[in-house]
């Protein structure tokens, strides 16, 4: 699956920036899409995830909770992030994610990654 990510940037502290990905499918075809995020000398984190199979909901990291919400254009299958009130501890790679579930075993969920878009936070 070849996820195309794009929108990152250098932004001021307070402004804002909104990230895009699209798949080259359905959206309904996967478990959940979303964005994870990694910053220098850190794990991965999830930033939000739209969970796709069952009941549709979002989740969302803790510490973007509340400022970064993300949204689905179904059509386009592409998921968007609009990230408000950036602050500089913001500043990380932002990855585009898809987990499909496995063919034999549906309860087990493979990931599939964007290349990663930049996204600098700096007065």
């Known amino acids: 699956v070849q996820l195309q990510a794009s929108g990152g940037g250098l932004v001021q502290p307070g402004e804002s920036l909104r990230l895009s990905c699209t798949a080259p499918e359905s959206i309904f075809s996967f478990a959940s899409m979303g964005w994870y995020r990694q910053s220098p000398g850190k794990q991965r984190e999830l930033v939000a995830n739209?969970?796709?199979?069952?009941?549709?909901?979002?989740i969302y990291g803790e510490s973007v909770e509340g400022r970064f919400p993300i949204s689905r254009d179904n059509a386009k299958n592409t998921v968007y992030l609009r990230m408000n009130y950036l602050r500089p501890e913001d500043t990380a790679v932002y990855y585009c994610?898809?987990?499909?579930?496995?063919?034999?075993?549906?309860?087990?969920?493979?990931?599939?990654w964007g290349q990663g878009t930049q996204v600098t936070v700096s007065s």
């Open positions: 994610n898809v987990k499909i579930p496995e063919p034999t075993d549906r309860t087990r969920l493979r990931d599939y």
């Open positions: 739209i969970i796709l199979n069952g009941n549709i909901r979002t």
